[in-house]
């Protein structure tokens, strides 16, 4: 029994110092003769085969003279991203969300690429996928990213109902959309939203999803007249007319025209819900289209409604970055350039539907080099106009909160329940009013203690 | 109006059953669920009016969940935590209970209740210096935070428990081995150790379960995938999962199935070790 | 020969000496452990709360500049007091009440099978917190099993954990799945209960309830009470829900106090502001422990007089 006990605990202690030694510390060993670069990102199953098979093609080009680690973080990437860096010890590239972009930068944690950039290069980048920091270029949004309407044109077609357009100029006004959304908005029995018959509590397809998402909302917002910022750019506007009216009109659109879900409702849409009909428009971005391309019906893109100021359109793209601790920096430069290059070895990714150029030129101007990317199955011809001609339209692009918020999470405490319960109930125009006063009755009380607009070097934008 | 007392009898008995029955299927059910929805698919989890059975079955997506993520992976990191701490915890907490309850030292009451105190204190104040002093040690992102509380006396309960059941072996072992000479350390692992059976059985067990069904530690403290346990990995499923039910319920299960079996094998042990905390005291 | 004393009394310096080192040594790392996994980051963390650090030790001092700041200025402290609060409200007697109704269904003389019903009752207690969150989630879906069942007896369904009415309800019934712990916990105290204190009720002409109400019930206080005071202490920390599944949402209305702490520490980096904000938690949960205590002279029987 003695000895049965002794050896048990010896295996078992072997073990754990096993286990011990085979998962101290994250990073893989060195190579030891050339340079390994660490390059952290996020992505779902796509994304990551796809920079996956980057990596490989970079590493069988470079092999023996630099070698490129993945690291594919699941979740919670700003967390992973901190405590790295906290422990001291940064990656070479990565991944930068935007919210946390300028923290790192103001903390000295990325590396200023402006002399590792090739002449002329800037001139070709999109305006709005330049990083800087201070006035040195630290970063470039990993993709360009337009917000748009995305629809299912099945539902258009089976409904007889036109699809909403894709050019900038034919945007629906408000009214003209509502009634659009009514009209694919379908109950159980067939009746849509404009039907005398129709049962807003059985509805099978809404005809508009935009969630409970700041982001999407400022999309109705700017066209709206609304800005995110005040004049002085010290505090936010939310208890300004205009956002009243917004949060009012996004009320509206769910609790009396019915033709969006409450987020409740929205937790019980099955998988791939634009495919299956939960709702016939919704907001998206470019990450969406890989996964819809594989899927089986008809994708169009539309721009958004024009509430007045001209439709708007976002880009919250992750940035990529190198950083200040990486030890190659040129390398890491190199990799970067492998990646952004549409036709070497990513062009899976940009063609398949997940990235977009951020060189407008040639990628979006040339004719020829347009059809290599979006010539395929992946790309309505919606696209061009819908994502491409509002990339070029820097006065329709909402700057990204998260660029110049940098405590974007404290000041999503405050915001996404009033969101949440504006979404959630329906409302009096002065109770929508009195909820907008008092959430930003919050935030001018607190953000001095959050730290919410220490811009610190960061230029907000309105 | 009055029953015999066999009658009395027979009514509250089928009252009871009817009751029990009830009872077990509602704490039954959930399980069903689970596994019916981990072997749907996504068209037939979301048909309306739901479909209770799935049909056909299947099967692929046990397969498909636990590829999708790299679950071989996870099993062996959480079962790696698991023996280490077990084997720390069943080590360092009897030591640890054997000083309590058997050798006179000084200190020994004020550190008892002080030890014992600490189960009071809500495990926030405790997480977030512990993480941060993790942190600047450079264990971020290591394993080290997970296994080394375990080695040092473990968890209060442990300590507790092995205490109490020392208490309740006569002293006389003790004294004839004193008598013949042996050393302290002697006699805790030759003589005593044997008799501790259950309660080692009983820690070994609890520990099992709370490192494998612990979700906290790992959450603040590891970040590299390659590292997670399955409670970790599970609840990471934003990305693929988000909203695939099917392989969402199919890697629930799985991750469950174990403890499931751990308690069918090691039933009475689950009992006697919440009886031994003696709740009385 | 008197042995049991003179066990204890070494028989010489140097034998004392030595059980003292052994004593130090057998229990020292568990003294290693206490030391710098209790009772040093104790005193870290109140260090801490005063420093306005963000992700370390680094911080200047601001004195008690937090915690000025949680009573006075702090926007989600009532909320998130007021949130917990009636979670341990609704949580706590639902499932002791129901961990005990089931303890004493499972304790009936004459039932077969009992070992099977126990078990049932008890293994939904050891799944993993993460799997049963999601699959209560799942259950609990708009679309669900649940609101399918409520709907096929005409009981409208609701949103549960999406709705800000029912989201501390749904939880706190979620975790009646769980409840084997303390049924177990109530089944060894049953068993303790003298069978004589029964036939003496049935003597007098006592039924079933009485027999609950005037022995089983009080011989179960001290029980009752030890499970009462784990269960507040353990429910006023939650915050594992509103990880998972509702953010502390919507609208708030599951903004754990729990959850405040870790999204301040653990999403926020605002570590020093989050120990400020547990040594409050501490504080309260000291002083509901303490009334608690001071309540139960008035309704806990102990059976051999009263306990210290």
């Not at chain 1, 899927?295 to 880009?315: I, K, Q, R, Y």
């Not at chain 3, 000025?68 to 002791?96: D, G, K, N, Q, Y």
């Not at chain 3, 207690?125 to 399918?148: D, Q």
């Not at chain 3, 509702?246 to 106090?257: D, H, R, V």
Request: aromatic share 14%.
């Amino acid at each position: 029994m003695r000895k049965l006990v002794t050896t048990l605990l010896t295996v078992t202690m072997a073990l754990a110092v096993l286990g011990l030694a085979a998962a101290c510390g994250g990073s893989p060993a060195a190579s030891g003769d050339y340079p390994t670069l660490t390059f952290m990102y996020w992505g779902g199953l796509d994304e990551q085969n796809a920079v996956e098979a980057i990596i490989e093609d970079f590493n069988a080009q470079n092999e023996g003279r630099v070698r490129v680690i993945g690291e594919h973080i699941a979740a919670d990437f700003g967390t992973v991203m901190n405590t790295r860096l906290a422990a001291g010890n940064p990656p070479d590239i990565a991944y930068t969300a935007a919210g946390t972009f300028y923290t790192m930068a103001s903390e000295g944690h990325l590396l200023a690429v402006d002399h590792l950039l090739p002449p002329g290069f800037l001139d070709t980048v999109v305006h709005d996928a330049i990083w800087r920091y201070n006035g040195q270029v630290m970063g470039f949004s990993t993709a360009q990213v337009n917000l748009m309407i995305y629809y299912n044109a099945d539902i258009f077609a089976r409904h007889g109902v036109e699809r909403p357009p894709h050019r900038f100029d034919d945007a629906l006004s408000w009214d003209q959309f509502v009634n659009l959304a009514q009209r694919v908005t379908v109950d159980r029995n067939g009746n849509n939203a404009l039907h005398p018959d129709f049962n807003p509590n059985q509805i099978d397809t809404f005809g508009f999803n935009t969630g409970p998402w700041l982001n999407n909302i400022a999309l109705f917002a700017y066209s709206n007249g609304a800005r995110m910022l005040n004049e002085d750019l010290t505090n936010t506007d939310f208890d300004s007319p205009e956002w009243i009216d917004t949060m009012y009109k996004m009320n509206r659109l769910i609790h009396h025209y019915r033709v969006m879900p409450t987020p409740a409702e929205s937790e019980g849409f099955p998988e791939n819900p634009l495919m299956n009909g939960a709702f016939a428009m919704s907001i998206g971005g470019r990450w969406e289209m890989m996964a819809f391309a594989q899927l089986d019906f008809e994708l169009g893109c539309a721009v958004m409604p024009n509430l007045g100021h001209g439709a708007f359109t976002m880009s919250p793209p992750g940035v990529t970055s190198i950083f200040a601790g990486s030890e190659h920096p040129e390398l890491a430069w190199e990799f970067w350039e492998f990646k952004m290059d549409v036709e070497n070895g990513a062009t899976e990714l940009y063609a398949g539907g997940l990235w977009q150029p951020i060189q407008h030129d040639p990628w979006y101007t040339d004719p020829a080099a347009l059809a290599v990317w979006t010539d395929n199955d992946a790309h309505p011809a919606s696209f061009r106009y819908a994502a491409l001609d509002m990339a070029m339209r820097p006065s329709q692009i909402v700057p990204l909160p998260a660029s110049y918020l940098v405590r974007i999470g404290e000041h999503q405490q405050y915001v996404t329940p009033a969101i949440q319960e504006i979404m959630g109930n329906p409302m009096t125009f002065d109770q929508v009013a009195e909820t907008m006063r008092t959430v930003q009755q919050q935030i001018t009380d607190n953000a001095a203690f959050h730290g919410i607009f220490n811009y610190d070097n960061v230029l907000p934008r309105r | 109006m009055t029953m015999s007392r066999t009658t009395a009898r027979r009514v509250k008995l089928t009252i009871c059953y009817t009751l029990v029955a009830i009872l077990s299927f509602l704490f039954f059910v959930p399980f069903f669920w689970m596994v019916r929805s981990a072997l749907m698919d996504t068209a037939q989890l979301f048909r309306y009016p739901i479909q209770i059975f799935p049909n056909p079955i299947v099967w692929e997506n046990i397969p498909n969940a636990l590829q999708s993520q790299p679950f071989a992976l996870f099993f062996r990191n959480t079962f790696i935590l698991v023996i280490a701490n077990v084997a720390g915890v069943v080590i360092t907490s009897s030591m640890a209970g054997y000083a309590f309850s058997r050798l006179a030292w000084r200190g020994k009451k004020l550190l008892f209740y002080a030890l014992l105190s600490t189960m009071m204190i809500p495990g926030f104040i405790t997480l977030i210096p512990t993480f941060l002093i993790w942190t600047n040690l450079g264990a971020h992102n290591t394993w080290i935070p997970l296994i080394v509380p375990s080695w040092l006396g473990g968890t209060a309960f442990s300590v507790f428990l092995s205490r109490q059941f020392f208490l309740t072996i006569p002293r006389e072992l003790d004294e004839a081995a004193l008598i013949d000479g042996a050393s302290q350390w002697k006699i805790f692992w030759v003589i005593l150790m044997p008799l501790l059976r259950p309660v080692l059985a009983v820690l070994a067990i609890f520990t099992f379960m709370g490192t494998w069904n612990d979700l906290i530690n790992p959450l603040i403290y590891l970040t590299d995938q390659r590292l997670f346990t399955l409670s970790l990995a599970l609840a990471r499923f934003r990305g693929p999962f988000a909203t695939q039910w099917d392989f969402l319920m199919a890697a629930s299960a799985i991750v469950t199935l174990p403890m499931v079996v751990v308690f069918f094998v090691f039933q009475r042990y689950f009992i006697e070790g919440i009886t031994l905390t003696g709740i009385k005291a | 020969m008197s042995t049991k004393t003179a066990a204890f009394k070494p028989p010489s310096r140097k034998l004392f000496k030595r059980n003292e080192i052994w004593g130090w040594l057998f229990a020292g790392p568990a003294i290693i452990g206490f030391l710098g996994f209790t009772l040093g980051p104790m005193i870290a963390s109140i260090y801490l709360s005063m420093t306005d650090s963000s992700l370390g030790f680094d911080g200047n001092w601001i004195g008690m500049a937090h915690y000025a700041r949680i009573f006075t200025a702090e926007p989600f402290i009532w909320i998130s007091v007021r949130v917990t609060l009636t979670f341990v409200a609704i949580a706590v007697p639902m499932h002791i009440i129901t961990a005990f109704f089931i303890a004493v269904l499972l304790n009936t003389e004459g039932l077969k099978g009992l070992k099977y019903w126990r078990t049932i009752a008890y293994v939904p207690s050891i799944v993993p917190g993460v799997a049963s969150m999601f699959l209560w989630r799942w259950i609990m879906n708009p679309r669900g099993l649940l609101n399918a069942a409520l709907e096929s007896v005409g009981i409208p369904g609701q949103n549960w954990f999406f709705d800000e009415f029912w989201v501390l309800p749904a939880i706190a019934f979620m975790g009646i799945w769980g409840i084997g712990g303390n049924m177990v916990i109530y089944l060894a105290g049953l068993q303790g209960v003298p069978r004589s204190y029964y036939d003496a009720i049935e003597v007098d002409g006592g039924g079933i309830f009485s027999k609950f109400r005037y022995c089983t019930l009080p011989m179960m206080t001290p029980v009752i009470f030890f499970t009462i005071i784990m269960g507040i202490i353990g429910g006023l920390q939650t915050f594992i829900p509103a990880l998972l599944v509702t953010e502390g949402g919507p609208n708030n209305a599951s903004l754990f106090y729990g959850w405040h702490i870790y999204r301040t520490a653990f999403i926020n980096f605002n570590m020093s502001y989050a120990a400020a904000l547990s040594w409050i938690m501490f504080l309260v949960i000291l002083a509901i422990t303490a009334i608690v205590f001071a309540t139960s002279k008035h309704w806990v029987y102990y059976e051999g007089g009263e306990s210290k």
